[in-house]
């Protein structure tokens, strides 16, 4: 069985307060975007292991066993005692971008265990199950563009509409560690809510919308934020950088031919944007 993990980008991100738990609170709101890997699980007939693991595409940067999607077939194989599986991925979403592939691998193979296997895992099951493993997993789960408070577990489904719209998506060859995107974070309660700003008209978004973690991102890596001038150079109609980085992506009124020319030594995604919900065969 076969599935295609999407990626997501932040429609503004705003870091509002910082917890008694030492996590954030915050105010984002989450798109997804058909940049998608490829995840295909397959019975194993050996039972001499668990499971056997096969990548291609962009190299990872950690082991199987920390992979979260081998880890949420662990956790589902203690309590459902499911057999040995073949586990293929290829990694087409950038890691370190910003863009949620991590979770939305580990959402999407959930929700492909449980159709393979007959588990009958409900959205909320699922959503309290990945709860613990990533904060943007549960996104994945419902995969429609969502508000997301608290920290960035808290989903409230919003009607928005850019399907007239091109997405341009540019990764430099960079990441940027979560842990320093935070550290450098001066939280501050929002004075209007993201929701009444993104209802204004797409023009204003440019002067509207922020990700705050631009703010201390951009002194520590340039590159990025010249990507992001470059993409206004180009008319682009809204551009920012997506969650903690390092994509920067634009909304365009149309497709930008010379954008792989331009960026070179980056990835370049570009598609129109609509709304892909999960794929599976």
Not at 11 to 22: E, H, N
Not at 63 to 88: A, G, T
Not at 236 to 263: C, W
């Amino acid at each position: 069985m076969i599935c295609f993990p999407n990626a997501k980008i932040n429609l503004g991100l705003y870091i509002t307060a910082k917890r008694p738990d030492g996590y954030h609170d915050l105010e984002t709101v989450f798109l997804p975007i058909p940049l998608q890997d490829v995840l295909e699980i397959k019975p194993l007939s050996t039972r001499h292991q668990d499971y056997e693991w096969l990548q291609a595409g962009s190299p990872l940067d950690s082991s199987p066993e920390d992979n979260l999607v081998v880890r949420v077939y662990q956790e589902l194989k203690q309590e459902f005692e499911l057999p040995p599986i073949s586990i293929y991925l290829y990694k087409r979403i950038p890691t370190g971008a910003g863009l949620g592939g991590g979770s939305s691998d580990a959402a999407f193979m959930m929700r492909l265990l449980s159709e393979q296997f007959d588990l009958r895992l409900s959205d909320e099951s699922m959503e309290r199950r990945l709860s613990h493993i990533g904060a943007d997993c549960a996104f994945f789960v419902y995969n429609k563009p969502s508000l997301a408070t608290g920290i960035g577990n808290c989903l409230t489904p919003i009607d928005l509409d850019l399907s007239q719209k091109y997405l341009l998506l540019i990764k430099p060859p960079i990441s940027v560690p979560t842990r320093e995107a935070y550290a450098h974070v001066v939280p501050a309660p929002l004075s209007i809510s993201l929701t009444e700003t993104l209802n204004m008209p797409l023009e204003t978004w440019r002067h509207q919308v922020s990700n705050d973690f631009e703010k201390s991102i951009f002194p520590i890596y340039p590159q990025i934020e010249a990507i992001k001038q470059t993409l206004y150079d180009m008319h682009a109609v809204y551009a920012s950088m997506s969650g903690s980085g390092s994509a920067v992506y634009a909304i365009l009124d149309h497709p930008f031919e010379e954008a792989s020319e331009i960026f070179k030594d980056c990835f370049v995604f570009q598609h129109r944007l609509k709304v892909y919900p999960p794929t599976f065969s």
